[in-house]
């Protein structure tokens, strides 16, 4: 064992290894570094590489991934918490999951064993919370999946005039987006981030633009006095006010589907260039954005937030954005097939070998999830709903208190240090505080808010055919 140990270390090149590798849509260089034993996976394997994502590629998937379904609900949420409370909202709640993000992969990068949200959470609490955390990441992204199932079943209903059953355009959307998600590797999935972003931006462009040329919103009485409903402050109601707030946290709450992606970067240390280049294009997005709408539409934005400028605007924005759409759906659902796949095979010779078991197991991940999420997009057919509940159930824990319990693990010494060090210690606990804070009070809110929408007749039935895009007249 020691002589084949010693003729794998004769024959691979010394250290430091300078590669230099370029993917398509990447700018920069790569060095590699030749140690990749704690990795899961390999760089040098005779079967799939998954390791070729460069940061610039990166960047674009980590765009994708936030910049999605949660920027057409915010200028909704914007009415609930008034224009001055939700630009907070947005500012605060996008730097706390910048802020996040940040130890979530510093501390990935620290134990590069460490494949997924899940995995983090073994090092902390051993295998239960593992598995209590690996169950939040997969109803987290199904959720998510189904939110992305739902806008573009809502955007075809919208360019088709709903020319069929509302259910059959989710089934075809769950179709699609399955069979874009069955691409196996983030690298190959990645160019379509390249039109799905620019594909969702120039929609929601067409949108603001479009609202700033109506003497009225589109969905007001377009004759006599009406309520137009903007407010610089408002006071909301507990229940509306935690799940505007869960909306807006969730838009920008999806970093620990970054962790797989870093598993495959060709160099993880650069991860904080990505991140940081994604985070500020997305929030400057969503305030301005988000703002404009609330401004020229006040109570009657609609949700999803691509109908708000008329008829015709809305089939222009959706026959632009279905690809984003799409797209979006797409990467939801291949992290967390992902995850599941990795989970089967790891350590095992299937993973990156192009085996009747790999891509039985692959398809079989994103097959069961797909259907799962068509499920669960059919039985809360409320766009902003679902994702309220996806960011108080799930993100609120993955996103603030598990990195709030991360940090502190990696930073035990800073407890018997200085005075800024203890200050700066302790205020993780209170990130674990306010995550557990949203995480009841939102699910309360939002289920109380979905009661009440049942109740005055504003959801219809699970698996309805009627129209989910407003485009014909009930």
Known sequence: ????????????????????????????????????????????????????????????????????????????????????????????????????????????????????????????????????????????????????????????????????????????????VMAAASVRTFHKVAWLTWAGFASIFTAVFIVVIGVTTRDRPASAPQSGPYDFGYHVIAYPTFAAGMTASATIFVSSAGTSAFLPVISEMRQPKDYRKALFAC??????????????????????????????????????????????????????????????FVRILRNSKHLQANTVVHWSVWLGCTLGLASLAFILAEAIPIFSYLLALTGSICFAPLAIMLPGWLWIHDHGSWRRGGVAKMVVYYLHFLMIAIGAFLCVGGTYGTVLAIKAAYANGTVGTAFACADNSNSVAH
């Not at 609330?294 to 690809?323: E, F, T």
């Open 1 to 176: 064992m020691a002589d084949e140990k010693n003729a794998i270390h004769s024959a691979a090149p010394s250290s430091p290894t300078h590669s230099k590798e370029y993917a398509i849509g990447d700018t920069e260089a790569v060095v590699f570094d030749d140690d990749d034993e704690h990795e899961v996976f390999k760089k040098n394997t005779d079967g799939v590489n998954f390791r070729t994502v460069g940061w610039v590629r990166a960047s674009v998937i980590f765009l994708k991934i936030i910049f999605a379904t949660g920027v057409l609900g915010i200028p909704s949420a914007m009415y609930s918490l008034g224009a001055v409370g939700g630009a907070l909202s947005v500012i605060g709640w996008g730097a706390l999951n910048t802020y996040t993000a940040v130890v979530q992969g510093d501390f990935r990068n620290n134990h590069p064993g460490c494949h997924s949200i899940a995995d983090m959470a073994k090092v902390l609490g051993g295998t239960a919370l593992k598995e209590v955390t690996g169950a939040l990441f997969i109803i987290a992204y199904v959720l998510c999946t189904g939110s992305g199932i739902l806008g573009v079943s809502i955007g075809l209903n919208a360019l088709s005039t709903h020319a069929a059953c509302s259910v059959w355009w989710s089934f075809l959307a769950t179709v699609v």
């Open 279 to 340: 985070m500020g294009i997305v929030q400057a997005a969503y305030l301005s954005f988000s703002l404009v709408v609330y401004k020229w539409c006040g109570k009657w934005v609609s949700n999803p937030s691509l109908g708000s400028a008329g008829p015709v605007i809305k089939k222009v924005a959706y026959g632009i954005g279905l690809v984003g759409l799409i797209v979006s759906a797409c990467l939801y659902l291949h992290v967390a097939a992902k995850y599941m």
